[in-house]
């Protein structure tokens, strides 16, 4: 749901509640949610990449679905594509100014996953017993 409120300087604006089916922010919810895109931006943290340092950086990721997901995140504004004219041909990926600002809610997730995972796969153990 968004509720119509007014700003500082008077004007309409929207607040989002990501609950709500007809709110817009679940479309960033939901990429951010992809299942290749927070180890893309992890990835890309250190600085820009060409795909093939990308893909073994992120590991098993198909190239099909490597590029999907850069498509994607180049589209929302999340990474950059730079191609270079050379021969060969070379191309390099970065994350931007709005794709580094994710950087410090994932760190936040990914220090979760990590100091939690033991927890969550014995819990996984015992629901299959």
């Known amino acids: 749901m968004s509720t119509s409120l007014l700003d500082e300087d008077g004007a309409h604006a929207t607040a989002m509640d ?11 919810f939901g990429r951010i949610g992809e299942r290749w895109t927070m180890f893309v931006i992890l990835a890309l ?20 679905v ?13 990474v950059s594509r730079r191609a ?15 794709g ?6 994932i760190a ?3 220090a979760w996953a990590e100091a939690h995972v033991p927890e969550v ?3 996984r153990d015992r629901a299959l017993s």
């Open 45 to 64: 943290e250190p600085g820009p990449m060409r795909f093939t340092a990308l893909k073994a950086r992120v590991g098993v990721v198909t190239p099909k």
């Open 84 to 98: 270079f004219d050379e021969s060969p041909p070379r191309v390099e990926y970065a994350l931007t100014p709005l």
């Open 100 to 105: 580094r600002s994710l950087l410090e809610p």
């Open 108 to 110: 936040a997730m990914r």
């Open 18 to 28: 990501v609950l709500s089916p007809d709110c817009p922010s679940r479309v960033v």
């Open 121 to 123: 796969l014995a819990s």
């Open 66 to 78: 490597l590029t999907e997901t850069l498509r994607a995140l180049e589209g929302d504004g999340l």
